[in-house]
């Protein structure tokens, strides 16, 4: 049978199409290829995925009426990981209409085509981080309100999870979100801060350290979070008397590091000295992340392994390599 990956072009959704691949899985990628960022990357990771013949892309929009339902329709698909978003914090503040568009009506689009299709064993999908917004109490559990978003993209994830439980509910659709928490490493996304600082640092500019660097972040790196996804992907929730066939599960490293340490980290890989531009706190970020992964670790067996130190350089090695820097 097929799985059939979301936001395949992605970074997340690239590196776990690759991973279902090289299990011998049959992949079915589907990505509108949106210029949110340089497509020339989004082309070369399905370049990637190309090269195996048990993949193929399709190229829409989640958020197009029935593209979804489209792809769907392939009948050995009986898995789908939903990945494709509109990623980044910052930028919901200034594109909101973005956010209501693909993760709202994408995130619909998706649930009601598995519905209308049936047959489908799980579906898989990206929460965030995010949706513990204003939450003070760390490390950030599952069972922790999620009802105090600080940013738009917090709210339409925290509005996905809702929609998922009610499919379950509903429907008996099994379905998983994912709670995401910085993700980083080889072919990530150049709105990130790794990729930002290691391009700054390279070329000689300043970086933006924003709330002064009183920052801390669950740093997780790709293949981890990869791991996690996989293991969720083979486990569907099962319905009970009390339960709907839905989950929701932390992905992070259980391990909340000072981003002063994550840039002397970069400039230890690049061989050269960052040049700090500090800022405040901007609207809609929070100064610290940290992820209770007991259940994912109870229910998956999530095991994350890769710390800062070992990731860092393996992404500024990818990094010089893909640019040529």
């Known amino acids: 049978m097929t799985v059939l990956v979301t936001g395949a072009a ?3 959704g690239f590196s776990v199409a690759r991973a279902l691949l090289a299990r011998g899985e ?27 013949s048990a993949f193929r892309m399709v190229r829409a929009d989640v958020a197009a009426d029935g593209a979804f339902a489209a792809a769907l329709a392939d009948g050995s698909i009986d898995r789908v990981v939903h990945l494709a978003a509109q990623a980044g914090v910052r930028y919901s503040i200034t594109n909101p209409d973005v956010y209501i568009r693909t993760n709202i009506v994408g995130h619909f689009n998706v649930v009601e085509a598995c519905r209308r299709r049936g047959g ?8 965030s981080s995010s949706v513990y ?3 003070d109490k760390l490390p950030f559990s599952v069972e922790d309100k999620i009802d105090r978003p600080v940013s738009l993209y917090a709210a339409t994830k925290a509005a996905n999870e809702l929609v998922g439980h009610c499919y379950s509910h509903l429907y008996d659709l099994p ?55 996989i293991a969720a992907l083979d486990r569907p929730p099962a319905k009970s008397a009390k339960a709907a066939a839905h989950r929701v599960y932390n992905l992070g490293n259980h391990k909340s590091e000072p981003l002063m340490r994550y840039i002397e980290l970069i400039e230890r890989a690049t061989n050269h000295k960052a040049i700090l531009d500090m800022q405040p706190l901007q609207a809609g970020d929070v100064p610290e992340s940290c992820a209770d992964i007991a259940a994912s670790q109870r229910d998956l067996g999530f ?13 500024v090695d990818w990094y010089r390599a893909y640019t040529g820097v």
């Open 120 to 127: 489908i064993r799980h579906l898989v999908y990206a929460s």
């Open 303 to 315: 095991a994350p392994r890769t710390s800062i130190d070992e990731g860092v350089p393996k992404f």
């Open 26 to 52: 049959s992949v079915v990628g589907f990505d509108s290829f949106d210029p949110y960022y340089d497509v020339k990357l989004k082309e070369a990771r399905a370049a990637e995925l190309a090269r195996s």
């Open 10 to 12: 992605g970074f997340i």
């Open 175 to 229: 379905a998983t979100g994912l709670r995401f928490f910085t993700v980083y490493g080889p072919w990530g996304r150049p709105d990130m801060a790794l990729w930002i600082f290691t391009k700054a640092i390279l070329e000689g500019r300043a970086i933006p350290v924003f709330n002064n660097g009183q920052m801390r972040r669950d740093f997780s790196y790709i293949d981890d979070i990869v791991a996690g996804v």
């Open 133 to 135: 917004g204003g939450n």
